[in-house]
């Protein structure tokens, strides 16, 4: 090979970087998080919609309910089966998932999200 | 000879290719007026090249060896293992078309053909047949086909329309060359014997004779005692010059184009002027006519070639024993001295580092090729004041300067003739800035193409040069086209006359001997053309 | 063949590996298979082949020094030289290089030809032309962006500099609009940028003529490719939603060599990880390897020394050449004749010793 030592540290720093992902992660323990349910969440068995949905896009949801109670004043969720929720962050999801740090934060750390919901609303305490 | 057509028809260009024929669907007919003859079999012969006979383009048969694939396919495999660029610039070219409207072939000629990256596919998808694996599996579909005695032609066809002038790789994001393509596949096309007779005889006759037009010794002292006379009915002064003589400080060498025709000869004359002008403040320096030739139309040929007719310079060098070279101007000579030379012929260890007798300036660029270029060197003269000149001399020239392919892309040199073309004369315009200095366009007519039968061919090559021309003679009344290339000299009357008849063209160093006022000289009425300088139209010619 | 067909089988192409998961995982549940074994052998495709194709390519030698001078040389002191597009050394070269490769300064060059031969006569123009450069310099960069941003999922913990570029590509919050879905989570600048760009790179070479002369279906494919890689991520991301947490430990597990494929991803996501998959098993074989040639283009990356530092070619051979002695035997007579120097002279003719032998 011509020009050996020039290509080769050049393919090390190349693949190294994309390699990079290998070494980081090696060794590390990177355990998937596990949401926990808080009592009164395991009493009530479902939530507003199923878990799957619920796991993919709550997102979604809290962003429609955002939407639809500042803009259009509608307060209350029919939920497929029929039940009806009041429309809050901090007085229905919250009552049940008071455990922020465990239900919440968990995942969003996880995967790096900083959703901004406690730009306007307040953290809930938790008890420690 | 094919009958060129006129400007207003030829400039009917449409740069638009067809729309549902794909180019894999195309057989190029093999005109007259684009293509060139084909090479001599006694020059073939002269120089050991593969397959010696006398062929034409335009003939069905071209006498190709009976294992013309095969030679084709080892010399291709060959010089992938010997060249990174060639490898390179077969494998990584993504499309995108930068260069496509770079060309001035494609410029000239609207066909699609042309554009560097089409010339540059039609070897790749030969080179995808027989080397890849998705060429192989997938063909057509992975732009690969087979190499017929078409695809051959057609190859040919094409090499033989680029000029090496890289304007290409200029523009192109991963610097591929397509000269660097052009000069692999003249490689591949010589090894079969599919050489240019415009090409192929310079070759012959620089390894016999020292030069491309075949000049024996005592014809090129002929050439250089009639110059003598013409400058000494010009200043009255006598400027003889040496030929092969050992022991000078300095060996110079022109293209031998330069010594031939006009316009050449005049800066030929210009040359002469000078170092007699600089004989008295120490010039020592030689001519040979054994290294009678400053181009290269080896490199056309292929790199061996280049190298053994390149030989000779530093061979002679050596013979004469002088310290260093001065190289004359010439355009892929330059490429060729300063990208090649060092490493074809080299070390020239029995040379030195090239210093100016007259200036002390040391030519510290040069120091391993030991060869200065002429316009450096006279940049430097003048620099240091060590020249009397009196540019008014210039004054019925209003001049304008193209910058030749080879020495501003594959050299850099694009200040200094600018600066000397200042210093001896008053009225100095540029082109438009796309059309000069790295971005320069060919004169249509580099690489070999310099032939008579090709002329169509080369008035479209030259045509997005002439257009600039006409430009700044349109503006500001340009009527002399200044350059630093024997071939530029040689073709671009040419192509003035036929795109910007009002416009002629001279080297830079004719301007400088115009201007350079001799001590003892009688009072000059005319140029070097013998035409009369401004406010001398009355006077007698004597 | 022309640009149609070429279209056509790019696009049976990659809708024929977009069905393939679809049916695989969809119909079939082979999970293991696009989760972990595909992607793992994609992977080693990818490495194994960019090794062997640039040490390939190093394997050829660079026997002349063959930069394209893009300025003035180093000459005088006096004459301001061009260091970077016409470098006389390392440094000039590391410039220039740097230049190319991040902001692709050979093609910020471009222009475009306007020929028109009117009544008015031949004009001739090279026009104003970034936009090329433009949307490749936004496709690349934007790639890279959703490249490194996507380390969120394959690294834990995830480093700062993610957070940094996520919230920087994320600032856009497009929740104030009157739809829903592409309000939450925030909108990547990245991805509507790379979209845009890859979409303009594909009509340019269908509205191009000449581009569209010039193009094969090896770049529609990619193009074709990135762009169902790129539908299927903002998908996943706005609209058809995936349990991403599941996603990210399917991708540590690939990364830590322990695979998992946990239940409850979604279709979407194993079509995004299979045109990946595709995307870069083919990126060896194919013009891709730009990414990489970039490097060792002899005409950006050596220097423009050749007259001052020699430059050795390793395989050089000696030639045959037609020596001085060789041209003096053949012209002597006449040189003498005009009075040039000679090296020998002739010898006297050999007649008065024939004649000692009478």
């Not at chain 2, 090496?164 to 079969?192: H, K, Q, W």
Request: glycine share 8%.
């Amino acid at each position: 090979m011509y020009d050996g030592g020039k290509i080769i540290i050049g393919l090390i720093i190349g693949v190294g970087l994309l390699l990079s992902p290998f070494i980081y992660d090696a060794g590390k323990a990177a355990k998937p998080p596990a949401p926990e349910l808080t009592e009164k969440a395991k009493e009530a068995k479902e939530c507003v919609a199923e878990t799957s949905y619920m796991k993919s896009s709550h997102m979604h949801l809290l962003d429609e309910w955002r939407h639809t109670v500042v803009r259009d004043g509608e307060r209350y969720y029919k939920a497929k089966n029929g039940k009806v929720y009041y429309k809050s962050l901090q007085t229905t999801c919250l009552d049940c998932h008071s455990n922020k740090s465990k239900f919440c934060d968990q995942c969003h750390d996880y995967i790096g999200i900083d959703p901004y919901c406690w730009t306007c609303h307040i953290e809930p305490k938790e008890n420690k | 000879m094919a009958d060129t057509p006129k400007p207003d028809e030829l400039a009917k260009i449409d740069h638009t290719p067809p729309v549902f024929r794909g180019w894999m669907d195309t057989q190029p007919e093999i005109r007259p007026g684009i293509a060139c003859y084909g090479s001599k079999s006694k020059d073939l012969k002269y120089v050991d090249m593969p397959n010696p006979r006398d062929w034409s383009p335009f003939d069905d048969d071209w006498k190709l060896p009976e294992n013309w694939e095969e030679t084709i396919h080892e010399g291709f495999k060959d010089r992938l293992g010997r060249f990174r660029s060639f490898k390179l610039f077969m494998d990584i070219c993504v499309r995108c078309g930068a260069c496509a409207d770079k060309c001035h072939f494609f410029i000239g000629s609207g066909d699609p053909k042309n554009m560097p990256v089409m010339r540059a596919e039609l070897l790749r998808s030969i080179y995808r047949k027989k080397f890849t694996v998705g060429g192989k599996l997938l063909g057509r579909l992975a732009g690969a086909r087979e190499l017929t005695e078409d695809a051959l032609k057609e190859l040919w066809y094409y090499l033989y329309q680029c000029t090496e002038c890289r304007r290409c790789s200029l523009f192109c994001p991963y610097g591929i060359d397509m000269a660097e393509i052009t000069i692999m596949g003249r490689e591949l096309t010589n090894l079969v014997g599919l050489n240019i007779d415009w090409i192929a005889a310079p070759v012959a006759n620089c390894y016999r004779t020292g030069n491309h037009l075949g000049i024996q010794p005592h014809a090129y002292k002929d050439m250089l005692d009639f110059f003598t006379d013409e400058i000494e009915d010009i200043t009255g002064l006598r400027m003889e010059q040496d030929l092969n003589r050992k022991g000078a400080e300095i060996l110079f060498i022109t293209p031998s184009g330069d010594v031939f025709a006009d316009p050449g000869t005049f800066t030929c004359m210009g040359y002469m002027m000078l170092f007699h002008y600089l004989k008295s403040l120490g010039l020592d320096i030689t001519w040979s006519t054994y290294a009678s030739e400053g181009g290269n139309f080896g490199y056309f040929t292929s790199h061996e070639m280049a190298k053994r007719l390149n030989a000779k310079m530093y061979a002679e060098a050596k013979r004469l024993g002088v310290k260093w070279i001065l190289g004359g101007e010439c355009g892929h000579m330059w490429r060729v001295l300063n990208q090649y030379m060092d490493t074809f012929n080299g070390p020239a260890d029995f040379l030195e580092e090239p210093v100016s007798p007259i200036t002390g300036t040391r030519f510290e660029n040069a120091k391993t090729t030991k060869m200065t270029h002429i316009i450096e060197f006279t940049a430097d003269l003048i620099k240091n004041n060590k020249l009397k000149l009196d540019p008014s001399r210039n004054d019925n020239l209003k001049v304008t300067f193209h910058d030749s392919c080879n020495p501003a892309r594959g050299m850099g040199i694009l200040e200094e003739p600018r600066y000397v073309i200042k210093n001896v004369c008053n009225n100095f315009y540029e082109m438009p800035p796309s059309t000069i200095r790295e971005q320069t366009f060919c004169c249509g007519s580099g690489a070999g193409l310099n032939a008579g039968e090709n002329m169509e061919l080369r008035m479209r090559g030259g045509l997005p040069r002439a257009n600039a021309v006409k430009f700044v003679h349109e503006k500001h009344d340009v009527n002399m086209l200044a350059c630093i290339c024997a071939i530029d000299r040689a073709v671009l009357p040419n192509l003035m006359e036929y795109w910007v008849p009002e416009v002629d063209v001279t080297g830079v160093h004719e301007m400088v001997a115009n201007a350079l006022v001799f001590e003892g000289e009688k009072k000059r009425t005319t140029d070097l053309r013998g035409e009369p300088l401004p406010g001398m139209e009355d006077e007698e010619d004597v | 063949m022309n640009f149609i067909i070429s279209i056509l089988f790019s696009g049976f192409a990659v809708s024929t590996l977009i069905l393939i998961p679809w049916v695989g995982v969809g119909a079939f549940d082979l999970r293991v298979l696009f989760g972990v074994i595909v992607p793992y052998a994609a992977m080693a495709t990818f490495f194994i082949g960019i090794i062997v194709r640039v040490i390939d390519w190093g394997k050829s030698p660079v026997p002349f020094r063959i930069p394209t001078t893009a300025g003035q040389e180093w000459s005088f002191p006096w004459i301001k030289s061009n260091p970077i597009d016409n470098p006389r050394g390392t440094g000039g070269v590391i410039v220039r290089m740097i230049l190319e490769v991040l902001l692709f300064r050979s093609l910020f060059r471009n222009t475009r030809l306007e020929y028109r031969n009117a009544d008015g006569g031949l004009k001739v123009d090279y026009e104003w032309e970034k936009w090329l450069w433009l949307a490749a310099l936004a496709f690349h960069w934007s790639f890279l962006v959703i490249f490194l941003r996507h380390f969120r999922f394959f690294m834990e913990p995830i480093p700062s500099f993610v957070h940094l570029l996520d919230s920087l590509d994320g600032f856009l919050q497009m929740g104030v609009l009157p739809f829903n879905g592409l309000g939450v989570p925030c909108v990547y600048i990245s991805d509507l940028l790379m979209l845009a760009a890859v979409t303009y790179l594909f009509f340019r070479r269908l509205y191009i003529p000449q581009v569209r002369y010039i193009s094969l279906p090896a770049d529609y494919f990619p193009l074709f490719l990135i762009l169902a890689l790129g539908l299927t991520g903002v998908l996943m991301r706005y609209f058809l939603r995936v349990d991403i947490t599941a996603v990210k430990e399917l991708a540590i597990g690939l990364f830590k060599f322990s695979p998992t494929v946990p239940e409850g991803i979604g279709v979407i996501f194993y079509i995004h990880l299979f045109i990946l998959s595709v995307l870069i098993a083919y990126f060896p074989f194919s013009k891709l390897m730009h990414f990489a040639g970039v490097f060792l283009s002899p005409t950006r990356n050596l220097s423009n020394n050749n007259r001052f530092v020699r430059h050795v070619n390793p395989w050089d051979y000696p030639v045959q050449t037609h020596t001085y002695d060789e041209y003096e035997d053949e012209f002597r007579e006449r040189m003498i004749e005009i009075g040039l120097p000679v090296e020998k002279q002739i010898e006297p003719k050999e007649e008065p010793k024939e004649e000692e032998k009478e």
